[in-house]
């Protein structure tokens, strides 16, 4: 009987500490914790790796309340295959608000770490010891994904979401946390380069300042001025001299100025540029409705596309490319930019030239540069400070470049086929005078 006693308070005490934990733990206590993500970038000598980490967590597990430092570069050990060590440098390290599906809201720590393997090892392939908070908090779990790998021809800078390539916990069985084997599919320049291509390509159309500036130069490009306006329609062929010799400035400037500041990575403030180049559209919108610079139109395409070009060079900059590599992506990104800007010169120039020589031409060129002007001021305004819903309109016509490129291709259908109309119309109509003529006595 005093062994039933006895046993009867242990008993008792685990049901109590069950039914507290069923029952008595606040609402919050039954969400699903948050957990680590842990983002790789795969350069050509180095491996970045952004981390994401609950700040109370992490406060529980290494007992800081700050500079969490040391302890990041004590707990992340990466290795060749065969053990021996990377070098783990510890970068800034922020403090933010984040919120992951199902956790509510909580604060995080953001570092940026960057593993170096000994000379000769294979970037692609190593072990990623990594116990940040694990080797404390049990249940906690780490999701590791690559964000950015150059030679698999995967970029951040193209949208794609990161491939999730582990998963980081204690080994209940062994209560160790187990190193975890990342082995990335072998990569190639050929990849690299043409995931460049692309990313020039969805650039240009998605930046769709870029866009508005090259078609407000050329809506014009057809018309001769004379007295401080855009008169009747030049003949086809020096209509289209006239649009290829813009688009080839546009080309030229940005070309150089994307060359210049990618290769020498100078440090360029984006705010200044990105205002540039709304007030570079502002100025187009207004030429395209009273000639400010008429004939000139290649010269002044060229000197603001330097500032377009500065612009595009952010997106390389980031990228944190070794210069082997930006030589090659610099090529790949601006050969895509260039054949998208064909594309959609190819699309726009037969209505550009038929519907300057129709009566409705006029005000489709005025309302195009009207919307344009309104847009870019819009644009100047919010990159001088003044947010406004204006730019963000604007910025949303990013998302459906698709749409745009289907007008322009159908608008070219139809005055083509208005213009085929009329010229057999007219050759119709001479046709019967010449007969009506040569049959009369």
């Known amino acids: ?126 072990t990623f010891g990594y116990d940040v908070v694990v080797h404390q908090v049990v249940t906690h779990t780490v999701l590791v994904s690559v964000r950015e790998d150059w030679a698999a021809g995967q970029l951040a800078e193209n949208g794609g979401e990161a491939v999730q390539v582990g998963t980081i916990a204690i080994d209940n069985r062994t209560l160790t946390v187990p190193a975890m084997d990342v082995d990335l599919d072998e990569g190639s320049t050929w990849s690299g380069f043409l995931a460049m291509v692309r990313l020039g390509g969805d650039h240009i159309l998605e930046g769709t300042d870029h866009l508005l500036f090259l078609l407000i130069l050329l809506l014009p490009a057809p018309l001769p001025a004379r007295g401080g306006r855009w ?85 390389l900059a980031a990228m944190q490319l070794s210069t082997g590599r930006l030589v090659l992506s610099l090529f790949g990104f601006n050969l895509g930019i260039e054949l998208v800007q064909l594309i959609i010169v190819v699309l726009a120039l037969p209505a550009l030239v038929v519907l300057a020589g129709t009566r409705i031409g006029p005000a489709v060129r005025i309302t195009g540069a009207a919307l344009t002007g309104v847009a870019a001021t819009g644009w100047l305004a919010d990159r001088l400070g003044l947010a406004n819903p204006v730019a963000t309109a604007a910025d949303a016509l990013g998302a459906h470049t698709t749409p745009m490129l289907a007008v322009l291709a159908a608008a070219s259908l139809v005055t083509l086929g208005y213009a085929y109309t009329a010229k057999k119309s007219t050759a119709g109509t001479g046709a019967a005078v010449a007969e009506k003529i040569g049959g009369r006595p």
């Open 231 to 315: 008169r009747e329609v030049s003949g086809p062929g020096t209509a289209v001299k006239h649009i290829l010799r813009t688009t080839l400035a546009f080309t030229l400037g940005h070309s150089v100025a994307l060359a210049v500041t990618a290769l020498t990575r100078v440090d360029v403030p984006a705010w200044p540029v990105e205002a540039f180049i709304a007030a570079s559209i502002l100025l187009g919108a207004v030429h395209a409705i009273r000639p400010l610079f008429p004939g000139r139109e290649a010269a002044v395409a060229g000197f603001f596309g330097l500032g377009h070009g500065m612009a595009f060079s952010f997106t």
């Open 1 to 126: 009987m005093t062994l039933l006693r006895i046993l009867r308070v242990p008993a008792g005490i685990a049901v109590a500490v069950t039914a507290a934990l069923l029952f008595g733990a606040s609402p919050a206590a039954a969400h699903p914790m948050p957990h680590t993500v842990v983002l790789l970038d795969v350069h050509e000598t180095s491996v970045t790796a952004h981390l994401e980490i609950p700040l109370s967590d992490l406060t529980l597990a290494s007992g800081l309340d700050g500079d969490f430092g040391p302890y990041l570069s004590e707990h992340i050990k990466p290795a060749t295959p065969d053990g021996t060590p990377w070098t783990v440098t510890v970068g800034e390290t922020t403090v933010g608000e984040a919120e992951q599906t199902s956790t509510g809201p909580y604060r995080e720590l953001g570092a940026e770490v960057t593993l170096t393997p000994p000379a000769g090892a294979d970037i692609r392939h190593f």
